[in-house]
């Protein structure tokens, strides 16, 4: 009997032109996902949110990555790091959510670590004749920052971010997405499968139906240009017009010329980073599996510092925000009925519309890391 892996394998193999939707099993089979998390989420880089949520010394933020609890923050001297979010002495996790904090406080029983993640103290522990302070430092993790982005991984091995993000970085380089500042962030928890909302962002496809109480009126289908995905990545785009003007390029912004002043990407990152990046405003998603049936998302989004200066800016980026509360109810609705329909005995992928390109390439990448795994297993 054929295993999800093996029914993937089969499903790719065809060309884009003859493409399906990835079968059913993909989405609901536990060990399917048990593969993901080993292959992709333990292997690859996973984004943590902004840098400038991170601002000043002490500013935390607290994830869990393939299973691992992982603590990025900003040290006293300035630098970002990612640690272990699980204490030296009797294992219990450290900080939660996020915040701001001088020192690192076990509250289980109060062993205290420095910003850089070395034991400051620990109490009642001076009768023990093997234990040394020096010892108990908290495992540091890989972090990296590029383009205001900050990235994890739990391998020691894979390639630095900016050399696989190099395409992208090229190709959006006059949106200046470093100086682009976060005003929100939320976490939620939706009852689908992480792929589908990974999916339901890569195609505008749904936008005209899906949104139709929202922003589905303003997509134009023959406006969108999905090409060919990449080994990292994925995209596509779409023009907006001045409807929403801070979906614009500002008017002080000279780096941006002609249709790319209201070009707005649909950028997916693999494997779980989705940007919304206007020359205005962006917004993003962070998705990690929390089991087959749900995903952890990490919501959050802000404005180009090119509209910091302008007295409406913030009125103009609360309606935004509404929208986007708006258009996440809907998302939502999508995708959780995806979710239900895939566990139907009756559900067989169907034929994929050439707006669905993304969705394609995305296949091919989940492909490619499951069978890595499987190789390795034999």
């Given at each position: 009997?054929?295993?999800?892996?093996?029914?993937?394998?089969?499903?790719?193999?065809?060309?884009?032109?003859?493409?399906?939707?990835?079968?059913?099993?993909?989405?609901?089979?536990?060990?399917?996902?048990?593969?993901?998390?080993?292959?992709?989420?333990?292997?690859?880089?996973?984004?943590?949110?902004?840098?400038?949520?991170?601002?000043?010394?002490?500013?935390?933020?607290?994830?869990?990555?393939?299973?691992?609890?992982?603590?990025?923050?900003?040290?006293?001297?300035?630098?970002?790091?990612?640690?272990?979010?699980?204490?030296?002495?009797?294992?219990?996790?450290?900080?939660?959510?996020?915040?701001?904090?001088?020192?690192?406080?076990?509250?289980?029983?109060?062993?205290?670590?420095?910003?850089?993640?070395?034991?400051?103290?620990?109490?009642?522990?001076?009768?023990?004749?093997?234990?040394?302070?020096?010892?108990?430092?908290?495992?540091?993790?890989?972090?990296?920052?590029?383009?205001?982005?900050v990235f994890v991984t739990l391998n020691p091995d894979i390639p630095p971010v900016a050399q696989q993000l190099a395409k992208v970085e090229d190709m959006v380089s006059d949106y200046d997405m470093t100086n682009y500042t976060e005003t929100f962030f939320e976490t939620h928890v939706w009852d689908t499968n992480w792929k589908v909302l990974a999916e339901n962002f890569m195609?505008?496809?749904?936008?005209?139906?899906?949104?139709?109480?929202?922003?589905?009126?303003?997509?134009?289908?023959?406006?969108?240009?999905?090409?060919?995905?990449?080994?990292?990545?994925?995209?596509?785009?779409?023009?907006?017009?001045?409807?929403?003007?801070?979906?614009?390029?500002?008017?002080?912004?000279?780096?941006?010329?002609?249709?790319?002043?209201?070009?707005?990407?649909?950028?997916?990152?693999?494997?779980?980073?989705?940007?919304?990046?206007?020359?205005?405003?962006?917004?993003?998603?962070?998705?990690?599996?929390?089991?087959?049936?749900?995903?952890?998302?990490?919501?959050?989004?802000?404005?180009?510092?090119?509209?910091?200066?302008?007295?409406?800016?913030?009125?103009?980026?609360?309606?935004?925000?509404?929208?986007?509360?708006?258009?996440?109810?809907?998302?939502?609705?999508?995708?959780?009925?995806?979710?239900?329909?895939?566990?139907?005995?009756?559900?067989?992928?169907?034929?994929?519309?050439?707006?669905?390109?993304?969705?394609?390439?995305?296949?091919?990448?989940?492909n490619a890391r499951v069978q890595g795994e499987v190789d390795k297993r034999g």
């Open positions: 009997m054929k295993d999800a892996a093996d029914e993937l394998l089969e499903n790719v193999a065809l060309p884009f032109e003859q493409a399906r939707a990835m079968p059913p099993s993909v989405y609901t089979s536990e060990a399917f996902l048990a593969r993901e998390i080993s292959a992709i989420f333990a292997q690859d880089w996973f984004c943590a949110g902004r840098a400038d949520a991170l601002a000043k010394p002490g500013d935390y933020i607290s994830l869990d990555l393939a299973d691992q609890p992982i603590i990025v923050l900003r040290d006293k001297d300035g630098a970002l790091r990612a640690m272990s979010n699980v204490c030296r002495h009797r294992m219990s996790t450290l900080l939660e959510g996020r915040g701001n904090t001088r020192s690192i406080v076990c509250p289980y029983h109060a062993w205290t670590y420095n910003l850089d993640g070395s034991l400051r103290g620990a109490p009642a522990m001076d009768q023990n004749k093997g234990f040394c302070k020096s010892d108990y430092s908290l495992p540091t993790i890989r972090c990296e920052e590029w383009l205001g982005w195609e505008s496809y749904h936008l005209p139906v899906c949104h139709a109480g929202t922003i589905g009126g303003l997509s134009k289908l023959d406006e969108m240009i999905c090409p060919p995905g990449e080994e990292t990545f994925n995209y596509h785009t779409i023009l907006k017009d001045d409807s929403l003007r801070i979906a614009m390029a500002h008017p002080s912004n000279t780096r941006m010329e002609g249709e790319r002043r209201r070009t707005t990407f649909l950028l997916a990152i693999y494997p779980s980073l989705l940007i919304t990046l206007t020359p205005g405003y962006f917004w993003y998603l962070s998705l990690h599996p929390q089991g087959v049936g749900q995903v952890r998302i990490g919501f959050g989004g802000g404005m180009s510092d090119d509209y910091a200066g302008d007295e409406d800016a913030q009125a103009n980026f609360e309606r935004l925000k509404a929208l986007l509360d708006d258009v996440n109810v809907e998302d939502r609705g999508c995708t959780e009925k995806v979710y239900r329909g895939l566990r139907s005995q009756a559900a067989a992928p169907g034929h994929l519309s050439h707006l669905e390109r993304p969705n394609y390439d995305f296949a091919q990448y989940i």
